[in-house]
């Protein structure tokens, strides 16, 4: 098993990028989800690889209610164009908890087929993560294998993914030198 030392994401990112270690990108989802509105305590577990392959059990998180909406969160699920759920080498589908409100602000339903949902926004910016890192992410800590990405986009609500998880989801649109994220 792979060391991981825990961070305070905001300035491990600065030293990261003022040291060169991390670079700047810009990137932009393509992948479609499956979602459903969860239970209020419902669990779910979220699970990635080590740059081994082994299997890392990410995120243990519960469904609670929006602080804005009042409502439940809802629970994604990555699938293929198909709209087939992904079933990874360790046999895990890949599952997480998105905030009602920050759910409504990310996706919505897919007009060719209104099984999934699209992501719908713009283009984003990432940094590669060099370390295995804890960091604590909407309340509960995230393991993240080194090769990750850290979404510095907004740097109120920065947060991390797994680089599979990460070359599933977006496709990079732009080198953007050394900027950092938006203030």
């Not at 990028?17 to 577990?45: L, Y």
């Not at 990750?148 to 991390?160: F, L, S």
Request: aromatic letters at 8%; a negative charge; proline letters at 4%.
């Amino acid at each position: 098993m792979e060391n991981y030392k825990k961070v305070e994401v905001t300035n491990y990112v600065k030293q990261g990028i003022e040291n060169g270690t991390m670079v700047p990108r810009q990137a932009e989802k393509f992948a479609r989800i499956i979602a459903r509105q969860g239970t209020i305590g419902e669990t779910v577990i979220s699970w990635s690889v080590d740059s081994q392959g082994n299997e890392i059990q990410e995120k243990v998180a519960q469904v609670q209610a929006d602080a804005q909406t009042n409502r439940p969160g809802w629970i994604a699920t990555k699938v293929d164009e198909q709209a087939n759920i992904i079933i990874d080498n360790n046999g895990h589908s890949n599952q997480w908890i998105i905030d009602d409100s920050t759910f409504k602000k990310k996706y919505e339903i897919d007009p060719e087929n209104p099984s999934l949902c699209r992501p719908k926004g713009g283009p984003q910016i990432f940094v590669q993560i060099p370390d295995n890192i804890i960091l604590n992410q909407w309340g509960s800590d995230m393991q993240i294998a080194a090769g990750g990405y850290i979404n510095i986009t907004n740097v109120d609500d920065m947060y991390g993914i797994s680089q599979r998880d990460f070359e599933d989801t977006y496709k990079f649109t732009d080198n953007l030198s050394k900027k950092g994220p938006k203030k």
